[in-house]
Every structure is written in structure tokens, then in C-alpha cells.
């Protein structure tokens, strides 16, 4: 079992930058694949990016590739996600989730845990 609480979501205007954080309970975060994945209102929940346990592969979507990082810090049960030149499109609830193994995979129903979201607005 591990709870997965994110944070660093806010207002920012387009073009800013923002750094989410997801901290992880339990002593076996490093067993864990994590990604990260958002929903705007009315739509559906979409990848944003995924990284492996030990930090050595990641994944993103297109939508987000070369404007997102994402890192991890096993020591410190954390998984990060850094946005740059941030869009109006950007505007979702930001979750995190954790997944067993060490496969990075974008699809939603691959992962175990998650977290209560974090909400990002980009303003234009």
C-alpha cells in the first residue's frame, strides 16, 4: 500500500513555469514506476508522463515533450514534475500514480495507486 499526496499546483499566467511534487508513504517507493496524469473539466483523463523506478526511462505525451521533466528522488519518496512555457491548455487537475514494476506505461488502468490531484490554471 502506499499514499500517494500531491502539491505545487496554483494560478499561473502562460508562459510561467511550475513545479508539482508527489510525496509517497511506505518504505518501497523505489519499487514503484510513477507517472503523471491530468483532467480538465469535461474531459477525460490524459498521460502527461511516466518514469521509471530508478529515474532511468521516462515517457510524455506530445502535448507536454520538451515543456515537462520529470525526476525522481527515491530517498526522499518524491516524484516531480516540472512545467515550462506553461499553456492556457495546460488548465487540468494534476495527479500522480503509482504502479508496481518497472514497466513506464501511459495507460491510466496500469496503475495501483493515486493521489488526490492538484489543481494547475494557466491564464492567458
Known amino acids: 500500500q502506499v499514499q500517494l499526496v500531491e502539491s505545487g499546483g496554483g494560478l499561473v499566467q502562460a508562459g510561467d513555469s511550475l513545479r508539482l511534487s508527489c510525496a509517497a508513504s511506505?518504505?518501497?517507493?523505489?519499487?514503484?514506476?510513477m507517472g503523471w496524469f491530468r483532467q480538465a473539466p469535461g474531459k477525460e483523463r490524459e498521460f502527461v508522463g511516466a518514469?521509471?523506478?530508478?529515474?532511468?526511462?521516462?515517457d510524455y505525451a506530445d502535448s507536454v515533450k520538451g515543456r515537462c521533466t520529470i525526476s525522481r528522488d527515491n530517498a526522499k519518496n518524491t516524484v516531480y514534475l516540472q512545467m515550462n512555457s506553461l499553456k492556457p491548455e495546460d488548465t487540468a487537475v494534476y495527479y500522480c500514480a503509482a504502479r508496481i514494476g518497472r514497466a513506464v506505461l501511459p495507460r491510466g488502468d496500469e496503475y495501483h495507486y493515486w493521489g488526490q490531484g492538484t489543481q494547475v490554471t494557466v491564464s492567458s
Open positions: 511506505g518504505r518501497t517507493f523505489s519499487s514503484y514506476s
Open positions: 518514469i521509471s523506478w530508478s529515474g532511468g526511462i521516462t
